[in-house]
């Protein structure tokens, strides 16, 4: 067969070896010929954009971060006959099938694809934020967890020794794993997500009652969707500019500043700000996010060959097994109620 692959949306660690596994089984196994779209579905709307993959040129690639293959955060149904385009394209091309690796944007693109115009599709998870629905995890959300941990645990020397608050902003949309899991990991005094709108004066509260213990620091985790009851630029999230991207999306962050300039102000306690940003998202792998990446891509190489389209892998429990594309367009994956319960315990 004649498969192609693309990689949209943010990059994170875990898409090159996704990319590998395909290929590497894909030529090896099956005999196929990969073909490489580059820039995610730019790449299908216009010509030229594509190279051929073959195990050669995959060499070397398993612990790099980023994607070989580059993205981008186009949608194809903003463009003028994106659609027909995209159609047009894979059928000059002579593709058979298309791997889709992306998140909730890239993904939900490809199931209207296949739902709306027959495109052939087979859907692999991948976002740093761990929201997408249909799968306990995607890759690069543990690469993300761990350096943020690490930063956690570097900058509780600091705040020790300065006697501060520091504010810690992580990544986190909608979705607060991230926040959640490396506030866990890394002792955080404080964790703010998105799932539960928070007071500013609760949280001054609690690091107040910190100081009376003769704890004289603080570490407050907090996701940039993070939200405010006040109702600060009209819907309780702080964004960095109004323009959205064209998936509909404004650019957060700054959460991390409003709320030590508060802290400040309310309890005269230093505070400073750490933007963790896209860090979070680059670099190395870890092993857990390499070998997911790794199991995803022959699983969606697989599916290809078996006629599985319009679905996408999955992690359950510790099997990769295929669900419905459909389910990424339904909801964003919340973090556990359960979880963030425990983390609870350890506030203040």
Same mark, same amino acid.
């Given at each position: 067969m004649k498969i192609g692959i693309l990689t949209g949306g943010g990059d994170c660690p875990g898409l090159n070896a996704a990319i590998r596994a395909v290929v590497r089984k894909g030529v090896s196994v099956y005999g196929d010929q990969v073909i490489g779209i580059l820039e995610g579905w730019r790449g299908l709307l216009r010509k030229g954009m594509t190279?051929?993959? @073959?195990? *050669?040129?995959?060499?070397?690639?398993?612990?790099?971060?980023?994607? $070989?293959?580059?993205s981008s955060r186009t949608n194809p149904f903003k463009e003028k006959n994106g659609p027909q385009k995209i159609q047009e394209n894979v059928d000059r091309l002579g593709?058979?099938?298309?791997? $889709?690796?992306?998140?909730? *944007?890239?993904l939900g693109v490809a199931y209207r694809l296949f739902q709306d115009y027959q495109v052939k599709v087979v859907g692999v998870p991948k976002t740093i934020d761990n929201d997408l629905p249909g799968t306990d995890y995607t890759f690069g959300f543990d690469t993300a967890v761990n350096i943020a941990t690490e930063a956690i645990d570097r900058l509780h020397?600091?705040?020790?020794?300065? @006697?501060?608050? $520091?504010?810690?902003?992580?990544?986190?949309?909608h979705a607060g794993w991230i926040a959640v899991e490396a506030g866990l990991a890394g002792g955080a005094d404080m964790v703010l997500i998105p799932e539960h709108p928070f007071d500013i004066g609760e949280v001054c509260d609690a690091i107040r009652k910190r100081h009376k213990r003769g704890r004289d620091f603080s570490i407050v985790v907090v996701a940039e969707g993070a939200k405010m009851p006040e109702g600060t630029e009209g819907e309780g999230y702080i964004a960095q500019e109004r323009e959205v991207d064209a998936f509909g999306h404004i650019r957060l962050g700054g959460i991390g500043h409003v709320l030590a300039r508060e802290i400040k102000k309310r309890t005269g306690f230093q505070t400073r700000v750490t933007i963790l940003g896209y860090l979070q998202r680059g670099g190395t792998p870890t092993a857990f996010d390499r070998i997911l990446a790794t199991r995803f891509g022959i699983a969606a190489i697989d599916l290809i060959h078996q006629g599985g389209f319009g679905q996408m892998v999955s992690l359950r429990g510790n099997r990769v097994v295929p669900v419905d594309l459909e389910v990424v367009t339904k909801r964003i994956k919340t973090v556990d109620e359960d979880l963030y319960h425990i983390a609870e315990v350890f506030f203040g």
């Open positions: 190279e051929e993959l @073959n195990i *050669d040129r995959l060499s070397g690639i398993l612990h790099m971060g980023g994607t $070989i293959l580059k593709l058979e099938g298309l791997v $889709i690796v992306g998140g909730e *944007d890239t020397t600091t705040a020790e020794s300065h @006697n501060r608050v $520091i504010v810690v902003e992580v990544m986190g949309r």
